[in-house]
């Protein structure tokens, strides 16, 4: 019975103050359209990109199919790493965008932070990348949106390119080095003394494989001169000597070849991620949305006044049994 009749005066004291409740929530909703006309608004812009399921533009080629969660990942991981951002921030100078003091300590971090809420990388179901840029420019957004994908495929080309090339240097520099000892042990061969070493019968069994070579074409680097030392020479340890020529031959052709492969992997070109949808300038913007700015002012006002008005009603009733007990 208490309850109600407390109910009752609650419902009695809003009513009351119905209009200022009502002027109140408009009040709070003027204030909501003045933030929302105020406040910078964001736009948003979204590319989509598929990884490739390989590094080799032949294998792409022949299976031409997209990458899966492995290269989706990686490819988010570059779209994250360092060397892109710093290529975004300075092609597209977003410390002033920002409006940066550089002399400040804590620049940096904040460049961080905000470059983290307004750029992001994300993997779908699908198992592509979404790119989304949210700005105060729509078309500032659209560009970076663009640029990441473009500047994706260079980063992952000098990478690549990279350790190719670290790879091709290490083969020259044995390459070079095996050539020496195989120039040494060819000098070597040509000046042998024969008085050091007994006759080998077999001798003449290379020199019939060195006239066959040569009559069919596939002659080596170096056989018109074992040929000629070994008829002047036919001895166990020339004979040693040769096999390791040919046998140090045959790894230095072998590390030519591997040179040339790499050479011509480093040439070819490089496969670049499949664009799905570049992004456009979308002048609509994504935040604040009037709507909800709208609706959000009107609740608080009406929960302010009305909580007030409770509250006051409150503090008379226990002012009231304060003075009577």
Known sequence: ?????????????????????????LFFGVLALVVYFITPKKYAASAIVYPTSSNSIDEVVSNPTFGFEVQADRTIQLFESQMMKDQLVKEFNLIEYYSLDTTSKDWFSKLTKYYARDISFSRTKYQSVVVRVTLTDPFLAADIANASIAYLDTIQKNMFVGNLTKIKAEIKSKIEVQQQELDNLLISIISFDSSSSAENPISSNKINQLNFKNQTGQTQSGDAVIMKALKSNPGFLLE???????????????LKGKYEEVKETIELPFPGVYVVSKAKPDETPTSPKLFWNLTFGLLIGAFVSIGFILLRLSIKSVLSDLRTN
């Not at 040693?240 to 072998?254: E, G, M, P, T, W």
């Open 240 to 254: 040693k000597q040769v096999n390791d020529y040919y046998i140090k031959l045959n790894a230095l052709n072998s």
């Open 1 to 25: 019975m208490e309850e109600n009749k407390i109910n009752k005066k609650a419902l009695s004291e809003l009513y009351q103050n119905r209009w200022k409740i009502v002027f109140t929530t």
